[in-house]
């Protein structure tokens, strides 16, 4: 599963470098995927929004096995 999160991560991060931000995956165990975000992203107040409305929603889209995602 974490070869298939490294995928859609590397989907999502041209959006997210677009607005001069970056995402860089931690871990994965039993369906809770860890991430950094950096760059912009990891100062901005919008930053849980991103996470949990972009990042966590596609990577629950497309692998139902996800059940969440968080910052460290």
């Known amino acids: ?3 298939q999160v490294k995928n859609v991560l590397d989907q999502i991060r041209p959006h997210l470098q677009a607005d001069g931000g970056d ?3 931690v871990s994965v165990e039993d369906g809770i995927v860890k991430v950094k975000l950096q760059g912009a992203c990891a100062g901005c107040p919008m930053s849980t929004m991103t996470l949990k409305n972009g990042i966590e929603r596609i990577l629950k889209q497309q692998i139902p096995e996800v059940k969440e995602v968080r910052a460290v």
């Open 23 to 25: 995402v860089q995956l």
């Open 1 to 3: 599963m974490q070869e």
